[in-house]
């Protein structure tokens, strides 16, 4: 199985501010015959589901606001929140979908501080 | 409201039996491959099956932690996904989330639905 290996497992920023989160895969979960990578990013709030903000590493769901981006390819890959809102308080994670089973990070718990 | 209402969790004694349902709506169930993924404190968010647009057998796969316990299956016509759960342990105690698949097998989760509690113990 893929593992993810996020970093920090939690992060305390201050409104306004930028906050970054990595993930570490242990294979590279880019597909050459279609030149995307395999990886998603899901917010999750208290007592909600998660909710999908980006895929294709880099690709931002509908809906899902603009201060949210993804980068990395292979097997580093980082979502950062350019400007951080009370709103974003929640648990992010990653995920790979290239291979079965799909696997999730350990998450990150984001804070205000 | 494109929507996925799970129903069936609850409390049940180790080696029970549980089957959970998924009643999808406001978009076309039949064109989206399904499945089943779980959380829990001690391991976080755990895959736990899939299945295809028909449903066909071939097309199942599930975590090797479920694999001969748990059954998936959907019925179309009545836009509905199940887990059948036996030969429950504690370490299945979660809350189950009925997740559509974006683009077919291998693709990420765009809809998730609230999810249902499922505990394991005597």
């Known amino acids: 199985d893929i593992v993810l290996t996020q970093s920090p497992d939690s992060l305390a920023v201050s409104l306004g501010e930028r906050a970054t989160i990595n993930c570490k895969s242990s294979q590279s979960i880019f597909y050459s015959s279609n030149n995307y990578d395999y990886l998603a990013w899901y917010q999750q709030k208290p007592r909600q589901p998660p909710k999908l903000l980006i895929y294709w590493a880099s690709t931002r769901e509908s809906g899902v606001p603009d201060r949210f981006s993804g980068s990395g390819s292979g097997t580093d890959f980082t979502l950062t929140i350019s400007s951080l809102q009370a709103e974003d308080v929640a648990t992010y994670y990653c995920?790979?979908?290239?291979?079965?089973?799909?696997?999730f990070g350990q998450g990150t718990k984001m804070e205000i501080k | 409201e494109v929507q996925l209402v799970e129903a069936g969790g609850g409390l049940v004694q180790p080696g029970g039996s549980l089957r959970l349902s998924c009643v999808a709506s406001?978009?076309?169930?039949?064109?989206?491959?399904m499945q089943w993924v779980r959380q829990s404190p001690e391991k976080g968010l755990v895959w736990v099956s899939r299945l295809n647009t028909e449903g066909t057998d071939r097309s199942k796969s599930y975590a090797d932690s479920v694999k001969g316990r748990f059954t998936i299956s959907r019925d179309n016509a009545k836009n509905t996904l199940y887990l059948q759960m036996n030969s429950l342990r504690a370490d299945d105690t979660a809350i189950y989330y009925c997740?559509?698949?974006?683009?077919?097998?291998?693709?990420?989760?765009?809809?998730w639905g609230q999810g249902t509690l499922v505990t394991v113990s005597s």
């Open positions: 406001g978009f076309t169930f039949s064109n989206y491959w």
């Open positions: 997740v559509r698949v974006k683009l077919g097998a291998m693709s990420f989760f765009d809809l």
């Open positions: 995920q790979q979908y290239l291979s079965t089973p799909p696997t």
